[in-house]
């Protein structure tokens, strides 16, 4: 659902860019709060997990193919003000390197595939953990319900975006028809993948899954007829955060290495959209299409499958390490904001 310069006009993308200013402004802020000494170390590997999968487009229909937009995994994992960030993230490294979403439109695609995916996601997710059974079962499921709705409900938003900023005459209920109905269809494996990320994670560590906090109950032991909370387990004998970080980013570098050369070669959910009603009429040329990664290839290599293997490993390495260092500084922020200098 990258939405390419041209297909909204200036003013409007203008308001986009002034609206997702000002909810990265606030993620920043919330962030503060959602990121500690477990999750701030995964929320740079969520972005660069996110980065990899996107790369892996899936057949939805015929010629049309979907790929994850990443807000409800994020926001379930690390929190949904480092959700934001997480997305915006990829948001900017694809649109800088690898010539993928418009320049002028990063702030629509910021408001559309990361604030819209993460707010409708997270608050769905919340709604229904309180009303299923406590347990890491639960977690699951409202996890696949909530990332099924926010792919949608991310179609909707570009709808109403086109709806009064779009640059080609097209019957808007053409374009919410196709739209919503094709997103519907790439919501099943939005879905599919953030449930399975997120129970493979809660069945290693669910201490690192924001989601799921304060839903684990400790395990009693019965001393002299008595229940009693057992200790804690020695840290020695958990899943180490270190060996769930190298797992997750040596996935991340395989499916975008490797696997994403078998991605469909389909056009996306908005990519046959515009095609077929024409809203793609006044596309513009991307300023980022000579960039040495354009089109997830890199420049001057013939062979098709090391140019995006190597592509695909060079975007997860600059999104881990750019993500890490925006969530380390956030962080730290958060660190020196309560340190005791400041309490005094």
């Known amino acids: 659902m990258h939405v390419p310069d041209g297909f909204i006009n200036a003013p409007v993308s203008a308001a986009a860019g002034v609206v997702a200013a000002g909810a990265i402004a606030v993620s920043l802020r919330g962030a503060r709060r959602e990121l500690d000494e477990r999750t701030a170390p995964l929320a740079g590997l969520v972005a660069a997990f996110i980065f990899a999968v996107q790369m892996l487009n899936f057949p939805v229909a015929a010629g049309t193919s979907g790929h994850l937009l990443g807000g409800a995994l994020a926001a379930i994992l690390v ?3 480092t959700g934001v960030l997480c997305v915006s ?7 800088i390197l690898f010539a993928d979403g418009g320049l002028t439109a990063l702030g629509v695609n910021i408001t559309d595939m990361a604030i819209t995916t993460t ?7 919340r709604g229904l953990v309180k009303v299923l059974p406590r347990g890491r079962r639960s977690i699951t499921v409202a996890a696949f319900v909530s990332a099924l709705l926010s792919v949608p409900a991310a179609a909707v938003v570009f709808t109403l975006i086109y709806a009064v900023g779009g640059t080609t005459d097209v019957a808007i209920s053409k374009v919410a028809t196709a739209m919503i109905g094709v997103h519907v269809l790439i ?13 493979a994670v809660i069945a290693v560590r669910p201490d690192l899954v924001y989601g799921a906090r304060g839903l684990t109950q400790r395990l009693k032991l019965r001393v002299g007829g008595e229940l009693v909370d057992a200790p804690a387990l020695p840290v020695a004998a958990r899943a180490s955060r270190r060996k769930v970080w190298v797992t997750g980013l040596v996935t991340s570098l395989v499916l975008a290495g490797f696997v994403s050369f078998y991605a469909s070669a389909s056009p996306d959910g908005l990519e046959k959209v515009a095609k077929d009603k024409g809203i793609d009429k006044r596309v513009e040329k991307h300023a980022s299409q000579d960039s040495p990664l354009a089109g997830y290839g890199v420049k001057d290599i013939s062979d098709a499958r090391i140019s995006g293997g190597l592509a695909g490993v060079i975007g997860v390495g600059v999104t881990v390490v750019a993500g890490s260092g925006v969530f380390w500084a956030v962080r730290r922020r958060r660190t020196s904001d309560v340190s005791p200098s400041r309490i005094a």
């Not at 993230?89 to 649109?95: N, S």
């Not at 707010?119 to 997710?125: I, L």
């Open 187 to 199: 919501g099943i494996g939005e879905a599919a993948i953030t449930a399975l990320t997120v129970g």
């Open 89 to 95: 993230v990829v948001l900017l490294m694809q649109g």
């Open 79 to 81: 929190g949904p003000y």
């Open 119 to 125: 707010v409708v996601s997270y608050a769905v997710f």
